[in-house]
């Protein structure tokens, strides 16, 4: 079972086919949510990371510095080479919405606004110019112990 993208979690639907993207309830289907929209689907692998784990800051004097760690810097770099192989279009210049969908592998309490940054990121110039582009974001976050990963649905 799935959380319906148009309901933003207040219906749940079963995947159709196993296909990503394809995840609306009875009610939501058919209301033009993804009428004309092209969809691109993304599939990440990995355990999904937070922003504390891949973002640290030190002080340098009285100023602040933000820095990457290099897990974050190799985890951006395999969900960049992940997209390259999975896209092959052209860079989409309007706007998009986004489905993330974040598959841990326990069951730990989660922050879902947390894990968001480096996906986003790490399509830039592959997917989209820029993130600015999205006008929408669902996140939803699910278990999966054999295979963490992170699935993206754009819609264009």
């Known amino acids: 079972m799935r959380t319906c993208l148009r309901c933003n979690g207040e219906k749940?639907?079963?995947r159709n086919g196993g296909e990503p993207g394809k995840d609306l309830c009875k009610e939501c289907h058919g209301q033009g949510f993804l009428?004309?929209?092209e969809i691109i689907n993304l599939i990440l692998s990995g355990n999904p990371l937070s922003t504390q784990h891949i973002y640290r800051s030190v002080f340098r004097g009285k100023f602040p510095t933000v820095y990457m760690t290099k897990q974050g810097k190799n985890l951006e770099e395999q969900y960049r080479s992940e997209a390259t192989n999975q896209y092959h279009g052209k860079v989409l210049t309007?706007?998009?919405e986004m489905g993330i969908?974040?598959?841990f592998q326990d069951k730990r309490r989660r922050d879902v606004d947390n894990y968001n940054k480096l996906v986003l990121d790490s399509l830039e110039g592959i997917i989209f110019e820029d993130d600015k582009q999205i006008q929408k974001l669902t996140i939803v976050k699910g278990y999966s112990k054999?295979?963490?990963r992170v699935e993206v649905n754009i819609y264009y």
């Open 94 to 96: 309007g706007d998009v």
């Open 101 to 103: 969908f974040l598959f």
């Open 35 to 37: 009428e004309g929209m």
């Open 146 to 148: 054999e295979n963490p």
């Open 12 to 14: 749940y639907v079963e």
